[in-house]
Structure formats: structure tokens, C-alpha cells
């Protein structure tokens, strides 16, 4: 079994900043992709950042130059660094892993901009 606990959200006044952490724990053998998704109330489901192991990353357009993603593979750890909030950043959010070609999630965190 493989536990990922996402920790960092809260409140925030659209033009600040959060960290989202996610720490992967358990019987983790290659961590491959690491990412996030977001999902708001009646949205669907949004990919936000994703990271290889190599470090290659990817966001999503509506964060690029806002979001920041990294990981420590030593530390099965990943950050979401996000800057400029907006009120549409609202959602919960959710990190994934891909671990030998099964995917795992946590449990998510919320993240609420106001105006």
C-alpha cells in the first residue's frame, strides 16, 4: 500500500501565495510521475502540474507563470508552489503518483481564494 497525505491548503486573499506539499509513504518502489489535479464545485476535474523523475515538468496554461512544481525523489516528497492566486484557483486539490503503473492518490486539500 502506498499513503499520500497533501498538506498546505487554506484561505487565502486572491494575490497571495500557498505551498502544497504531498508526501508519498508505504511500499513505494519507483515513483514515476508525480502531479496535481484540482477540482472545484460543478468543474471538471483539471490536471494542474505534473513532474517526472527526471525533473521534467508540466503545467496547465491557466497557472503557467504562477505555479511552481517540485519534487525530492530522495524524500518521496512533491511541492506545489503557487503564487498570484486567484479566486478561480479555488478547488479542492488533489496529488497523484505514478508508482510501478498503478496510479495513487491522496485525499486533497483545500484551497480557497477570495476576493
Known amino acids: 500500500q502506498v499513503q499520500l497525505v497533501e498538506s498546505g491548503g487554506g484561505l487565502v486573499q486572491a494575490g497571495g501565495s500557498l505551498r502544497l506539499s504531498c508526501a508519498a509513504s508505504?511500499?513505494?518502489?519507483?515513483?514515476?510521475?508525480m502531479g496535481w489535479y484540482r477540482q472545484a464545485p460543478g468543474n471538471q476535474r483539471e490536471l494542474v502540474a505534473s513532474?517526472?523523475?527526471?525533473?521534467?515538468?508540466n503545467l496547465a496554461d491557466s497557472v503557467k507563470g504562477r505555479f511552481t512544481i517540485s519534487r525530492d525523489n530522495a524524500k518521496n516528497t512533491m511541492t506545489l508552489q503557487m503564487n498570484s492566486l486567484k479566486p478561480e484557483d479555488t478547488a479542492v486539490y488533489h496529488c497523484?503518483?505514478?508508482?510501478?503503473?498503478?496510479?495513487?492518490w491522496g485525499q486533497g486539500t483545500q484551497v480557497t481564494v477570495s476576493s
Open positions: 508505504g511500499s513505494i518502489g519507483s515513483i514515476n510521475r
Open positions: 513532474i517526472t523523475s527526471g525533473g521534467n515538468t
Open positions: 497523484y503518483a505514478v508508482i510501478d503503473y498503478s496510479t495513487w
